[in-house]
């Protein structure tokens, strides 16, 4: 078993910052990949970024290039999500996710992933 539970989300103006945490528990953190997806209202869970088990390893779905990055502290157990540049089409609840199984690196399908936190709301308005 894996608990994740996050933070870090809110209301923001377009072109600010926010930083979302991941705080994990129940298994060896450095031991499985991670990722961040994100759901708008009438939309399908996507996609965010992920991160390998090592952290060497991120991959990013191309509207958040350079906007976003992530990053994970195996000795916190804990991984991140700056947000920069934010724009109203970022709105949406964020959720974490644990992917088990990920051989080296990071996948992409929201049902590859075995654990899952409650989310949190980040708005951004224009």
């Known amino acids: 078993q894996v608990q994740l539970v996050e933070s870090g989300g809110g209301l923001v103006q377009a072109g600010g910052s926010l930083r979302l945490s991941c705080a994990t528990s129940?298994?060896?953190?450095?031991?499985?990949?991670m990722g961040w997806f994100r759901q708008a209202p009438g939309k399908e869970r996507e996609f965010v970024a992920g991160?390998?088990?090592?952290?060497?390893?991120?991959y990013y779905t191309d509207s958040v290039k350079g906007r976003i990055t992530i990053s994970r502290d195996n000795a916190k157990n804990t991984v991140y999500l700056q947000m920069n540049s934010l724009k109203p089409e970022d709105t949406a609840v964020y959720y974490c996710?644990?992917?088990?199984?990920?051989?080296?690196?990071?996948?992409?399908?929201?049902?590859?992933?075995?654990?899952w936190g409650q989310g949190t709301q980040v708005t951004v308005s224009s």
């Open positions: 996710a644990a992917d088990l199984s990920s051989p080296v690196g990071v996948r992409v399908a929201a049902g590859l992933y075995d654990y």
């Open positions: 129940g298994r060896t953190f450095n031991s499985y990949a």
């Open positions: 991160i390998s088990r090592s952290g060497g390893g991120k």
